[in-house]
């Protein structure tokens, strides 16, 4: 498969060659991204048992904002 595209690569043009190598390099900045992202933990849930206080009005209208209301 190397030697296919080796040759595909000889045939086209140098603007083609460009971007097909700014392609190959998204790609492996892509599949670094996912090694990454698989490796750290995920933050789902992180306080599930933890409490904590939340006062009773806070879903309540902000003051700050009440001329766009």
Same mark, same amino acid.
Do not use: C, H, I
């Given at each position: 498969?190397?030697? &296919?595209?080796?040759?595909?690569?000889?045939?086209? $043009? !140098?603007?083609?060659?460009?971007?097909?190598? /700014?392609? !190959?390099?998204?790609?492996?900045?892509?599949? *670094? /991204?996912?090694? =990454?992202?698989? $490796?750290? &933990?995920?933050?789902?849930? =992180?306080? &599930?048992?933890? $409490?904590?206080?939340?006062?009773? /009005?806070?879903? *309540?209208?902000?003051? /700050?904002? !009440? *001329?766009?209301?």
């Amino acid at each position: 498969m190397a030697e &296919k595209l080796m040759k595909m690569y000889e045939m086209m $043009s !140098a603007s083609a060659q460009k971007e097909l190598y /700014d392609f !190959a390099l998204f790609l492996l900045s892509k599949n *670094e /991204d996912q090694s =990454v992202s698989t $490796s750290r &933990k995920s933050m789902y849930g =992180v306080w &599930k048992n933890d $409490s904590f206080y939340m006062s009773p /009005d806070f879903d *309540e209208p902000l003051d /700050d904002f !009440a *001329e766009y209301m």
